[in-house]
């Protein structure tokens, strides 16, 4: 069992950062890849990025990329949404996730352990 909580959230004007952490209680965590998620109102879910249990890859989706950086730290059962040059469309509910395996994907449905979630919101 692996419990997530996110953290980071906020207001933000354009252009401007925000860092999300998400911290995970138990032991295994570094056996499992991690994602974030998002979604905002009246929409669904979206992929933002996922890493895979040893750093080893990571994976953007388009919408975020060279904006958006994936990290984690084992030692620490943290992984991060380094998210930079912010726009309104990014505004939504930060999700970060777990899955039973070190491979990551962008698939939603198999990631088995879910955050609480953290808003962002980006004013024009």
């Known amino acids: 069992q692996v419990q997530l909580v996110e953290s980071g959230g906020g207001l933000v004007q354009a252009g401007g950062s925000l860092s999300l952490s998400c911290a995970a209680s138990?032991?295994?965590?570094?056996?499992?890849?991690m994602g974030w998620f998002r979604q905002a109102p009246g929409k669904e879910r979206e992929f933002v990025a996922t890493?895979?249990?040893?750093?080893?890859?990571?994976y953007v989706a388009d919408s975020v990329k060279g904006r958006f950086t994936i990290a984690r730290d084992n030692a620490k059962n943290t992984v991060y949404l380094q998210m930079n040059s912010l726009k309104p469309e990014d505004t939504a509910v930060y999700y970060c996730?777990?899955?039973?395996?070190?491979?990551?994907?962008?698939?939603?449905?198999?990631?088995?352990?879910w955050g609480q979630g953290t808003q962002v919101t980006v004013s024009s």
């Open positions: 890493i895979t249990w040893n750093s080893g890859g990571t």
């Open positions: 996730a777990a899955r039973n395996s070190p491979v990551t994907s962008s698939n939603k449905d198999v990631y088995a352990y």
């Open positions: 138990g032991r295994t965590f570094s056996r499992y890849a």
